[in-house]
T-cell receptor, first 114, second 115 residues
């Protein structure tokens, strides 16, 4: 079975540009999570969805960040405008049957804002 | 609110030696507990989990962990380290009664294995 698929794997862009990260969860999974990982702050939960509906976005750092899940097989995390401090690895994860179940992670998008 | 503490950001062992990675949590009720492993340039993968029942849990790659309620600990062990075990290890906790159910992750412990 295919795992969680994230694209792109690497993104380098200049500050002020719009960045869109993409995620395809595992088929049949009803929860989707977006995380950010940095050396300074570790793994931070940004937002999570249940059945395509955002449940908790309290981890989204600023209004520059937005996330959508238009259907069960696709989600995006957008940063506009991007800033150098947004540089991090962004992970998407999905699970089935509740947020307490083990999560399946994608391989992440390494984002560098110059 | 739940929190997770992983003692030691780096642990260094020799190949063949015992691996011990420590995890302590604070939770008002017995939680669900997880260990994940992250290899370079990859996402986290589940090693093992504790929900209810037997407190000694066996996972993949020869790892196991024991839930000790009195010590609020869930330490990860492996009798004999392999070079391939070098990775980042994360402990995570989910409160399942009266909590948000969303797991809280520790800061991670980097396991270094020397030949």
């Amino acid at each position: 079975d295919a795992g969680v698929i994230q694209s792109p794997r690497h993104e380098v862009t200049e500050m002020g540009q719009e960045v869109t990260l993409r995620c395809k969860p595992i088929s049949g999974h009803d929860y989707l999570f977006w995380y950010r990982q940095t050396m300074m702050r570790g793994l931070e939960l940004l937002i999570y969805f249940n059945n395509n509906v955002p449940i908790d976005d309290s981890g989204m750092p600023e209004d520059r960040f937005s996330a959508k899940m238009p259907n069960a097989s696709f989600s995006t995390l957008k940063i506009q405008p991007s800033e150098p401090r947004d540089s991090a690895v962004y992970f998407c994860a999905s699970t089935q049957g509740g947020p307490v179940q083990p999560q399946h992670f994608g391989d992440g998008t390494r984002l560098s804002i110059l | 609110a739940q929190s997770v503490t992983q003692l030691g950001s780096h642990v260094s062992v020799s190949e063949g030696a015992l691996v011990l990675l420590r995890c302590n949590y604070s939770s008002s009720v017995p939680p669900y507990l997880f260990w994940y492993v992250q290899y370079p340039n990859q996402g986290l993968q589940l090693l093992l989990k504790y929900t209810t029942g037997a407190t000694l849990v066996k996972g993949i790659n020869g790892f196991e962990a024991e839930f000790k309620k009195s010590e609020t600990s869930f330490h990860l062990t492996k009798p004999s380290a392999h070079m391939s075990d070098a990775a980042e290890y994360f402990c995570a906790v989910s409160e399942v009664e009266g909590g948000s159910y969303i797991p809280t992750f520790g800061r991670g412990t980097s396991l270094i294995v020397h030949p």
